[in-house]
């Protein structure tokens, strides 16, 4: 008998009117698509952050403006949550101290909002073995901006937050 864990649960399949599932594996369903009667598709997927702008109205009511969903590596959200002993050995290794961890939420988060200097610094700081370095030349050429770049930026210069807040 399988273990649970050796079995894969599906984040993505069709269903028909009589709710039986056609789950894609291969290339080939894929390509095809689902079969004809399975037009129900269902999603779950387990790295996305969910974005809702709601509008706050003058008579205590609001509605959702809009939401949206963005993700980012696994590998990263757990290398900044709870990283391995080999990841630990590496942050030492390059950086001579250990990465500071996160909580499983906030790592969550960090992964998902972090531009691509921001993802890649983090990879390289958390032992991943892909990333570069703070301040290295592809970190400079990347040219990105986040909440995370914003952030230290705000912190460094209360002046700073007023004039992002404003513009
Ligand atoms: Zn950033």
Redesign the pocket.
């Known amino acids: 008998m399988r273990s649970i864990h050796a079995r894969l649960i599906p984040t993505l399949w069709y269903e028909n009117e009589s709710g039986e599932r056609w789950v894609p594996v291969t290339d080939a369903d894929w390509d095809s698509g689902p079969p004809s009667g399975y037009r129900y598709q269902h999603s779950r997927l387990p790295f996305s952050l969910r974005h809702t702008v709601v509008i706050c109205n003058a008579d205590g009511s609001s509605s959702v403006l809009m939401a949206g969903e963005q993700s980012g590596p696994a590998d990263l959200m757990l290398a900044v949550a709870r990283p391995s002993l080999w990841q630990r050995v590496r942050q030492v290794a390059l950086y001579g101290w250990p990465a500071r961890t996160l909580p499983p939420k906030q790592a969550y988060l960090v992964a998902c909002v ?6 890649n ?1 983090l990879a390289h700081r958390h032992g991943l073995s892909w990333g570069y370095r703070r301040g290295s030349q592809e970190s400079k050429s990347a040219n ?7 952030r230290v930026l705000l912190i460094a210069s209360p002046e700073s937050r007023v004039r992002k807040e404003t513009a």
């Open positions: 972090s531009c691509e200097a921001c993802m610094e990105t901006t986040c909440e995370l770049c914003l």
